[in-house]
């Protein structure tokens, strides 16, 4: 069974960090791209972060550029999301997924695996 588990969330104040991770089991994504959407109570879920296969090509929504970094270590079946200077509109659940393809996708509905989400709540 393919498992994509994330963690790290949690509760922090504005301007503060928190990191997340996503474990894959059942099967290795070493040659697939994979993600991070996220999803606001009442909002629609929405694209997040990016990377390719290798780790080497990376794409953020305009709103967290320069403050979320994507990375992924394949010999862990790992991927992470490192959240700096963290505002009020961060607040969503986080989800990790991905895609049968080497190359970033930032549309939702192509995915194929996706975790449970993981809360993140930023105080003002």
């Known amino acids: 069974q393919v498992q994509l588990v994330e963690s790290g969330g949690g509760l922090v104040q504005a301007g503060g960090s928190l990191g997340l991770s996503c474990t894959a089991s059942g099967r290795t994504f070493s040659n697939d791209a994979m993600g991070w959407f996220r999803q606001a109570p009442g909002k629609k879920r929405e694209f997040v972060a990016g990377?390719?296969?290798?780790?080497?090509?990376?794409n953020y929504r305009d709103s967290v550029k320069g403050r979320f970094t994507i990375s992924r270590d394949n010999t862990k079946n790992t991927m992470y999301l490192q959240m700096n200077s963290l505002r009020p509109e961060d607040t969503a659940v986080y989800y990790c997924?991905?895609?049968?393809?080497?190359?970033?996708?930032?549309?939702?509905?192509?995915?194929?695996?996706w975790g449970q989400g993981t809360q993140v709540t930023v105080s003002s």
């Open positions: 997924a991905a895609v049968l393809t080497s190359g970033i996708v930032t549309t939702d509905r192509f995915y194929n695996y």
């Open positions: 990377i390719n296969w290798r780790g080497g090509a990376t």
